[in-house]
């Protein structure tokens, strides 16, 4: 089964400062997918981006981007310019062919104004 | 765009009590799973149906059962309540086939307390 490690359970970041939550996976699959997601104190999970493995360049959204390094099984999310609102929890997912979804148990975000 | 709706928000159960956690999704998906949230644990998944009439145990299936009524629903049963299924639940739903970068749509969860 696939696992996905997040080995950082709590970070934090200075308003308007960049910060980077790792996280790695193991898996035997050649294609998959993967995703962050974040969950804010109201409990939705919300998708911040995602990525597909055949894809070598990174994928950026706005302030958010990651580093993919497919051989190394990393995949950690960047955000540039935190903001207040960026506080949350983050989820990294990973998604077979077969449409199941593994997730990592989570960072917490704090951003100090 | 209602997206995946789960109902109750809330409830509270005494330990034996039984009760069914509703979920229905608007976006054609085929796909449809049952997580549930404990602190410092992630998402664990419960069940899943990748298709309508299919069912599959996920990584803590042991005291639900779960019933994919249609293609929209997607139920969740507690036969008789015990304190460690105290927890947050959440009913996602995504779309087929699998080779697509389409991500999981959440509702918005269930926080069940069990006494």
């Known amino acids: 089964a696939q696992t996905v490690t997040q080995s950082q359970p709590e970070m934090s970041v200075q308003e308007a400062e960049t910060v980077t939550l790792s996280c790695t996976y193991d898996?035997?699959?050649?294609?998959?997918?993967l995703f962050w997601y974040k969950q804010p104190p109201s409990r939705q999970m919300i998708l911040v981006i995602r990525?597909?493995?055949?894809?070598?360049q990174n994928a950026t959204e706005n302030r958010f981007s990651v580093n993919f390094q497919k051989a190394a099984k990393s995949f950690s999310l960047k955000i540039s310019d935190s903001q207040l609102g960026d506080a949350a929890m983050y989820f990294c997912?990973?998604?077979?062919?077969?449409?199941?979804?593994?997730f990592g148990t989570g960072t917490s975000l704090t951003v100090i104004p | 765009n209602a997206g995946v709706t789960q109902t109750p928000k809330f409830q509270v159960l005494k330990t034996g009590q039984s009760m069914t956690l509703q979920c229905a999704q608007d976006?054609?998906?085929?796909?449809m799973y049952w997580y549930r949230q404990d602190p410092g644990m992630g998402l664990r998944l419960i069940y899943y149906?990748?298709?309508?009439?299919?069912?599959d145990k996920g990584e803590v299936p042991n005291g639900y059962n779960v019933s994919r009524l249609n293609k929209r629903e997607f139920s969740l049963r507690l036969e008789s309540a015990a304190p460690s299924q105290t927890s947050v639940y959440f009913c996602?739903?995504?779309?087929?086939?699998?080779?697509?970068?389409?991500?999981?749509?959440f509702g918005d969860g269930t926080r069940l307390s069990i006494l």
């Open positions: 898996t035997s699959e050649s294609d998959y997918y």
């Open positions: 990525q597909e493995a055949y894809k070598q």
């Open positions: 997912a990973y998604r077979t062919t077969g449409n199941q979804f593994y």
């Open positions: 976006m054609n998906h085929n796909s």
């Open positions: 996602a739903s995504s779309a087929f086939p699998g080779h697509s970068n389409q991500p999981q749509h």
């Open positions: 149906s990748a298709s309508e009439g299919t069912t």
